[in-house]
């Protein structure tokens, strides 16, 4: 492990005194820009992390789990931050619940504080576009936190590589969407819309690859598969994207059904297909991903897959905690644990030709 950087390491590096050092990073004391450039610039090269504890925060860290999320209004993520509460607080701990927008540059700031006030566990949760970008950061953000003594939790987002020092949480994304799409054509669906594909983004390939798979299982080509792709998984996008493919064929669908990447998406292709005068599912099928709660009161009531939201937040906590019980916090290991998923049949999918 890398010896930990010192705040005389600091000193040293700007050419200033130890004190001063002190006051910039306080922020409390009047100090020159001069002094004040040389010292950042000497924290970010030295990747300095301000002790926290002697900054008179003793206690307030060690007993923290953080969870970084998206949005707090997403039900998805408002699940995993209620599981995490809830587990947290079972085992006597303070929970944050922060907000990063999808903003990396915004998550690379929350998980930096929550390495200042050494925090116990960080948990990461969602999807993201997993790029070079990405695996450089997750790589900082795994690293910086075992030097400060906290855990990095995964959780429903990618790893990078085997020897990145984090627990990992997932759900069978893949699984998910290969059921329920087996659902469709076991109902002799074969033309089947894919909307709401985001390249790019983890949860999205997942779940377009268990599309794939389903179509695969049933002898189908792959050229076959129809994918429309959406700038977002919203109800306005699926909306959007469903008026184009209607528009294109004149309001005479050339599917069957429709497999929405999200139950919003869904939502916003039922809207449209009622605004085409179609109905659901007597002339297209439709089904969701998700299980969010408003999915069984659409008309008519959305098939999809549930996600367990909440127990991926619990079990999070768990894996972090339960590591710190066994004093292997620091051994530069890595887990992962897989949740299922499952179908939640409704009033959706109609057989073809009933």
Known sequence: MTQKVTIKDVAAQAGVSVATVSRVLAGTYPTSAHARTKVMRAVNELDYVPNAHARGLAGNGRKTVAVL????????????????EAEAAACGR????????????????LVQMMREQRAETVVLAGGVVEDDAYRERIARYAQGLEAAGSRLVLCGRPVPS???????????NEAGARAVTSH??????????YIGHIPGLSTSEQRLAGFRAGLADFGI????????????????????????????CGGKPDFTAVFAADDWVATGVIRALHDYGLEVPGDVSVVGYNDERHSAHL????????????????TAVRMALRDEALGTAGARRQEKQVLGTHIVVRKSVARVGS
């Open 69 to 84: 999320i998206q949005a707090v209004h997403a039900p998805f993520y408002g699940a995993i931050a209620h599981g995490v």
């Open 94 to 109: 303070l929970s944050l619940v922060c907000q990063t927008g999808g903003d990396p540059d915004r998550e690379l700031a």
């Open 162 to 172: 085997a020897d990145l020092p984090a627990l990992i949480v997932e759900y069978d």
């Open 184 to 193: 469709l054509l076991a109902a002799g669906h074969r033309d089947i819309a």
């Open 221 to 248: 080509a792959p050229e076959r598969a129809r994918i429309i792709e959406c700038d977002g998984l919203e109800l306005e996008y699926g909306l959007a994207a469903a008026h184009r493919i209607l528009a294109a």
């Open 299 to 314: 008309d008519p009531p959305l098939t999809t897959v549930h996600i367990p939201g909440e127990e991926l937040g619990r």
